[in-house]
């Protein structure tokens, strides 16, 4: 069955950043001098959320040991019948921005990165839950819900090229993607029927489930390759309304997997009614192997190339100013990763002085639902900008809230 999402702590910096929600506003006084022939930028993000499951269940997995019945109970109290979502965004990297080289556009700068990205979508029902941590005995002589439902989790890791704009931001980046490892799995049509008395199981199952090489391990593996676009275009509006607004897309392309990928793909209906043995006293033939399991419930994997496209993220952003020091503004994102739902984020920001930004966001939709945050970026000397996030306050002090992160980074300019 499958298992939780889970998140601990993030980082990030940088107009780059894949998280937009929490893309602090850019202000002059504060921000690194656009006169720097070069910027090194590390960033870094892992978020977690989740839309009816609190804290408390990922925390207690990750932890490890026994699981309560009464925390088991209290998070199936709180479940939907069906689209319960949770998942988790974790990412880091290294930008370079170098002085413009090209002509009479001396605006343009060029820029390198690379970065590690590992994301994670899960969607499923109450039945799924249930039987997860009780077992199926609450379904005697009735059928549990198994669908629609998925998860997905796929990491890879990106080296891209291209050129940034030193007036508005705009950017434009080409990559090329190393897959580390993928899971897919989607569940269309499911249900498992258990007889009152225990004694037969029927399902049916019309699904895929898909997966890289899995004998290839670790960080470093390699098991497909792919490419991908990144972009960012902005505007700006003067007159009496100043507005900012910039439109844009992250990680936009596909990973082809390598033949060794494995596939299962399910539509039947499957009686269980126990195993059946001749002989009780030979041993041989009352010992199953895994080979027998897996031909007797039809679960042998096929082997052969997949392509799938990268978790992208689409997004638009829009600020503007109210008084000499205060902005407000509205990012709305949506990403291809199952679980995942139209996200917005409202920001308020003030400037304190002339190094120090603070803000705070009110978003709702992703992984969960509503959650507040808190962010701030300082400059230190004319060189560094430091910026610290987190978008839900309440995850450090409360154990029963969803979703939790923190947001870290640094840029040089010299």
């Known amino acids: 069955m499958m298992r939780l999402g889970l998140s601990l702590a993030s980082g990030l910096v940088g107009s780059s950043l894949v998280a937009q929600g929490l893309l602090l506003h850019h202000d002059p006084r504060v921000d690194l001098n656009a006169g720097y022939k070069n910027t090194v930028g590390l960033f870094g993000l892992i978020d977690y959320n989740a839309n009816t499951v609190a804290n408390e269940l990922p925390l207690a997995l990750y932890q490890g040991g026994e699981i309560s019945r009464s925390l088991r109970q209290q998070v199936a109290d709180g479940l939907q019948a069906e689209a ?46 249930l039987l997860t941590f009780f077992g199926n005995a609450l379904f005697a002589g009735r059928s549990a819900r198994l669908s629609p439902s998925g998860y997905e989790r796929m990491s890879y890791r990106t080296i891209g090229a291209g050129v940034v704009h030193d007036g508005n931001g705009s950017n434009l980046r080409v990559e090329l993607v190393q897959g580390g490892s993928f899971t897919a799995l989607d569940v269309r049509s499911s249900e498992l029927f258990t007889a009152a008395d225990g004694r037969v199981l029927r399902t049916s199952v019309l699904g895929e489930y898909l997966a890289s090489d899995t004998a290839k391990t670790g960080f470093g593996r390699t098991n497909g390759l792919g490419a991908a676009l990144s972009g960012r275009w902005a505007w700006a509006f003067e007159g009496s309304w100043p507005l ?102 409202l920001q308020v920001s003030r400037v304190l002085g002339t190094r120090t930004l603070l803000a705070t966001f009110l978003s709702y939709g992703g992984f969960g639902g509503a959650r507040i945050g808190l962010g701030a970026k300082h400059r230190f000397g004319r060189h560094v900008l430091v910026t610290l996030s987190t978008p839900q306050v309440p995850a450090f002090f409360d154990r029963r809230v969803r979703g939790m992160g923190m947001l870290l980074g640094a840029e040089i300019g010299f």
Not at 251 to 260: E, R, S, V, Y
């Open 84 to 129: 319960n979502t949770a998942g988790y965004i974790l990412e880091g990297g290294l930008r370079w921005t170098g002085a413009a080289c090209w002509g009479t556009r001396g605006q343009w700068r060029p820029m390198v990165q690379v970065a590690y990205r590992d994301f994670s979508g899960l969607s499923f029902t109450q039945d799924q839950y």
């Open 244 to 345: 900012r607004l910039s439109v844009g897309v992250e990680d936009l392309g596909f990973i082809a997997w390598n033949p060794n990928s494995v596939a299962i793909r399910k539509d039947t209906l499957v009686n269980f009614e126990g195993w059946y043995v001749e002989n009780l006293f030979a041993l041989d033939k009352v010992l199953l192997d895994q080979d027998a399991v897996l031909d007797t419930l039809g679960l042998r994997f096929q082997h052969g190339q997949v392509t799938r496209p990268t978790p992208f993220q689409v997004h638009v952003n829009a600020d503007m100013p109210f008084g000499a020091d205060w902005r407000i503004g509205l990012a709305l994102d949506h990403r291809y990763l199952t679980g995942y739902a139209p996200h917005a984020t």
